[in-house]
Every structure is written in C-alpha cells, then in structure tokens.
C-alpha cells in the first residue's frame, strides 16, 4: 500500500471512530488516592503526548482522555454522562479532538475522496467541504446537515501531525479550543511540561514498585502536612491488580502553577478487562515539580466496573 493510501484510510478511519462509535462516555468514580487541594477540572493547557499537540481548555470543560483511545473528549463540568453513546453526546454539546495519520499526498483530494463520503455514510448526512488556513495551517471544514438540520462539524488541522475537531456545531468554546490548537514543538511551556511529564512517569514507576517513603520524598509539602506515609502505602494497596497493568499516559493539564497528568491502565493479558482510567497531580515548587495528590481506581471498584 503507498503513502497516499494510507492517508485516505488513516483519515477515514479516525473520522468515523469520532462519529459512529458507541462507547459509554463517563469517568469513573474514584475511590481511591490522596489529595492536597480539589484540582480535578484545572482550567489550562491540555497537551497530548500520543497526538504530539496542545489546545486550551475553556474553564467551564473538562477534558476526559480515558473513554476513546488517543482521543480527548471535552464536556461541562460535573455533568454525568454514564451510559450515554457518543452521538448523544454530540448533541448534549460535547467537543472531541482525535490525532490523526501523518499526512502525505494531496491533502484536499484525501478529503474529497474518502473522508467525505466516510463521514456521509457514518451519519446519513449531506456533507460540504470547505478549505482555508489559521496561522499559516491548512484546514479543511466539513460540515455534516441531515433534513436540513446540522449534525455534525469537524475541523481538520493539518499539524506536522493532523488532528480533527469534532463537535455539533461551532460555538465560543469550539473555537477557543480551534483557534488555541497547535504542534506541542512550538507550544512555549514545552520544556515545563517535559519536566513533569518525566516526574510522573517516575512516579508511576515508584507506584508499581511500591515505594512510598521514595513517593512521599516527591510530595508536596501540603501534602506532607494532610497525609501520611501509612496513608499512601494503603492507596497503593488498595489498587495493587491496577499498579501491575500496563500504564500508559495520555496527556495532561497544564496551569500556572499545576500539571495534572491523565494515564490510562490497561490489562494486556486480559482483552475483556475495561481499561481505567488515573491520574497524578503535580504543583512547582520553585522550579521543581512535587506531587500534590493523585487518583486511582481500586481494585474493588474495577472488579465491580468488569462485571458489568
């Protein structure tokens, strides 16, 4: 198969992943973990470390990365979408932003001549494509109408790796996630959020291995004031099955003075296991990054998640 043939499919395939799927889109109800300050749903800068790009995350969203893989999935704060299909989704306002393959070939008649019609199929709409370019990157518009009626609008950047926006319909929170997107290369706190990123991933390392007094050197000194070291050995206890999964980290949130980092823990010997989702919390310290908190599903409650 040549270059341009994998374009087509690449597209085609990550497009109807964000418009026919139906997975369930909720997070999962942690129960357990420890935390210096609620810094569930920061208001910044998400970065995602599979797409390689950064987009603002308006304050009243919150970006959930767990429920379709490489995917970002933003909704209103604190609304509960538990057993809800993506296309229900799509209608309740949701905004989803997916890396796509890397692009080779003539990009407009990639679009003319597979996505558009994937995108018609999927969702047994007329679809119109328009082109132009932001900052220099080319962008192509489809816009989906069924009966006259808008269903569905996805935006295609055309990054050093493409990515599509997806949504009902263009709103402000649409565009300031649109007009913010943009390579990770050329993001101005690239070097911060590699830092923090290298922070986790040894965290994460240190988890799986137990180590807490070598965790509890990393925290905060909030979070030294509101826990113990007894209190995070059972955490980690309480999610030991969990700890022994693959850990893959998918991105994270990146404010003024926090980076919360989401991963996702992934059962490879097991294929019917649900994957579940965790996160970890880091605050500066001057110029270090020390851990204020995190989250992790117990074994318990996946068990329970499993049996559904």
């Given at each position: 198969?040549?270059?341009?043939?994998?374009?087509?499919?690449?597209?085609?395939?990550?497009?109807?992943?964000?418009?026919?799927?139906?997975?369930?889109?909720?997070?999962?109800?942690?129960?357990?973990?420890?935390?210096?300050?609620?810094?569930?749903?920061?208001?910044?800068?998400?970065?995602?470390?599979?797409?390689?790009?950064?987009?603002?995350?308006?304050?009243?969203?919150?970006?959930?990365?767990?429920?379709?893989?490489s995917?970002?999935?933003?909704?209103?704060?604190?609304?509960?979408?538990?057993?809800?299909?993506?296309?229900?989704?799509?209608?309740?306002?949701?905004?989803?932003?997916?890396?796509?393959?890397?692009?080779?070939?003539?990009?407009?008649?990639?679009?003319?001549?597979?996505?558009?019609?994937?995108l018609?199929?999927?969702?047994?709409?007329?679809v119109?494509?328009?082109?132009?370019?932001?900052?220099?990157?080319?962008?192509a518009?489809?816009?989906?109408?069924?009966?006259?009626?808008?269903?569905?609008?996805?935006?295609?950047?055309?990054?050093?790796?493409?990515?599509?926006?997806?949504?009902?319909?263009?709103?402000?929170?649409?565009?300031?996630?649109?007009?913010?997107?943009?390579?990770?290369?050329?993001?101005?706190?690239?070097?911060?959020?590699?830092?923090?990123?290298?922070?986790?991933?040894?965290?994460?390392?240190?988890m799986?291995?137990?180590?807490?007094?070598?965790?509890?050197?990393?925290?905060?000194?909030?979070?030294?004031?509101?826990?113990?070291?007894?209190?995070?050995?059972?955490?980690?206890?309480?999610?030991?099955k969990?700890?022994?999964?693959?850990?893959?980290?998918?991105?994270?949130?990146?404010?003024?003075?926090?980076?919360?980092?989401?991963?996702?823990?992934?059962?490879?010997?097991?294929?019917?296991?649900?994957?579940?989702?965790?996160?970890?919390?880091?605050?500066?310290?001057?110029?270090?990054w020390?851990m204020?908190?995190?989250e992790?599903?117990?074994?318990?409650?996946?068990d329970?998640?499993?049996?559904?």
């Amino acid at each position: 198969m040549n270059s341009h043939k994998q374009l087509i499919v690449g597209l085609a395939v990550a497009i109807i992943v964000l418009v026919a799927l139906g997975w369930l889109a909720y997070r999962y109800k942690y129960a357990g973990g420890i935390s210096a300050a609620q810094t569930d749903h920061p208001a910044g800068d998400y970065m995602s470390f599979t797409g390689n790009y950064v987009f603002s995350v308006p304050k009243s969203l919150t970006v959930n990365d767990s429920v379709i893989p490489s995917a970002q999935l933003l909704y209103t704060n604190g609304v509960s979408y538990q057993g809800v299909s993506i296309d229900q989704l799509y209608q309740e306002g949701v905004i989803a932003l997916q890396p796509l393959s890397p692009v080779s070939g003539d990009f407009k008649q990639n679009i003319e001549g597979s996505v558009k019609p994937a995108l018609e199929k999927a969702l047994d709409a007329t679809v119109t494509v328009s082109y132009h370019k932001t900052k220099g990157v080319d962008v192509a518009v489809l816009q989906a109408n069924k009966d006259g009626q808008p269903v569905r609008v996805e935006y295609i950047y055309f990054l050093k790796n493409p990515v599509v926006i997806a949504a009902k319909a263009v709103n402000d929170q649409f565009t300031t996630v649109a007009n913010s997107l943009q390579s990770s290369d050329t993001y101005h706190r690239k070097t911060e959020v590699d830092a923090a990123r290298n922070v986790v991933v040894n965290i994460f390392e240190l988890m799986k291995n137990k180590k807490t007094t070598d965790i509890y050197a990393l925290s905060s000194q909030k979070l030294k004031e509101t826990s113990t070291v007894d209190q995070l050995a059972t955490a980690l206890q309480n999610s030991t099955k969990l700890l022994a999964r693959n850990i893959d980290i998918h991105g994270g949130v990146i404010t003024d003075q926090s980076f919360v980092a989401h991963a996702v823990f992934v059962d490879i010997d097991n294929k019917k296991s649900q994957p579940m989702p965790g996160s970890v919390t880091l605050v500066k310290d001057h110029t270090d990054w020390k851990m204020d908190g995190f989250e992790l599903v117990t074994d318990q409650a996946a068990d329970t998640a499993n049996q559904k």
